[in-house]
């Protein structure tokens, strides 16, 4: 049966990235036996812009329908002054909760090509492949009461709050187990159980789940030692599975240590398997339109969709194979350029991963 990918190109350097990863998808729907039908709807600034609205509901309509979502990135300077309720990052929010998008996976992996692009030393780097399995539809994000509200004795108080039920522990720490067990078979649980009780919750339904995972090792840690950790010695861990806000913060350290934001794709999937895709880093204002930006990320976003909504891991794998080919052959944008690479531009970039994935079919 025809599977529905919907689009959604958002703002800044979204459109460009996305166009890239449509090259791919529309490659691989011509000449295998993926069998994928292709729509696009607004979002986040765009959205706004046109609708008034970041999340507007023909295209939540859409996302509900699609068996798959490939989100560019949203936001931008220009909808900065807007209320809270109604900026682009609200349309992301928005379908992360409605899709019901709970687990968020987030592979910091390093491509021995790009050992030098990362800031650590290549000794500290080399290898690395950490899961973060962030949850994403609950905790200080969603938590209510939420705001800020009018003068108490004189002066304002902003509110948000902390909240998990065990039920939304306990399912992003099966996720997390269930992905281990398929690696290294080493979950670390990351709270701040010392001081928030939330979390101290959080370490005892961790603790629960392991336990129904005898070959998966679990370990926790205090998220300001786990970011320590993740600078001093990354390789140490295998999967991290952490809180909404924690899982934010950690899963940029993790990225930077690969070299290059621009190389990180994400999965959120609902309990279903049916998922939005999208590269981890965002919309970039500062090079939007220039074509400079690398479209790898969001290629690979491509690959997982494949691997987790789409059950097509062999195009998942030539995928990956052609961002690999391409590499080793030198092509860098400008993110990832090192000396004597060769730099190329956003479509450039795309033309290459497909022309390598039509050289490997033919080899
Ligand atoms: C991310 C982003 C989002 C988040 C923003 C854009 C709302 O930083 O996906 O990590 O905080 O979740
Ligand atoms: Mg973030």
Known sequence: MTKKILILPGDGIGPEIIAEAVKVLAFLRDGSDLDIAMDEALVGGAA????????????????????????????????EPLPIEIRPEKGLLGLRRELGLFANLRPAILYPQLADASSLKPELVAGLDIM???????????????????????????VNTLRYTESEIRRIC?????????????????????????????????????????????????????????????????????????????????????????????????????????????????????????????????????????????LAERIEGAVSNVLDAGLRTSDIMSEGMRQVGTCDMGDAVVNAMADASRA
């Open 132 to 158: 973060i399995v962030r949850e994403l539809t609950g905790g200080i994000y969603f938590g209510q009461p939420r705001g800020v509200s009018a003068r108490e004795g004189g002066e304002r108080v902003g």
């Open 174 to 314: 099966e996720v997390a187990f269930d992905i281990a067990g398929k690696r290294d078979k080493r979950v670390c649980s990351v709270d701040k159980a010392n001081v928030l009780e939330c979390t101290e919750l959080w370490r005892e339904v961790a603790t629960d789940v392991g336990a129904g995972y005898p070959n998966v090792v679990l370990s926790h840690m205090y998220v300001d030692n786990a970011a320590m950790q993740l600078i001093r010695a990354p390789k140490q861990f295998d999967v991290m599975v952490t809180t909404n806000m924690f899982g934010d913060i950690l899963s940029d350290a993790a990225a930077m240590l690969t070299g290059s934001i621009g190389m990180l794709p994400s999965a959120s999937l609902n309990e279903t398997g049916k998922g939005m895709y999208e590269p981890i880093h965002g919309s970039a204002p500062d090079i939007a339109g220039k074509g400079t930006a690398n479209p790898l990320a969001t290629i690979l976003s491509v690959a997982m969709m494949l691997r987790y909504s789409l059950d097509q891991p062999g």
């Open 48 to 79: 706004i812009d046109a609708t008034g609205e970041p999340l507007p509901d023909a295209t939540l309509d859409l996302a509900r329908q699609a068996d798959a979502v490939l989100l560019g990135a949203v936001g931008g300077p220009k909808w």
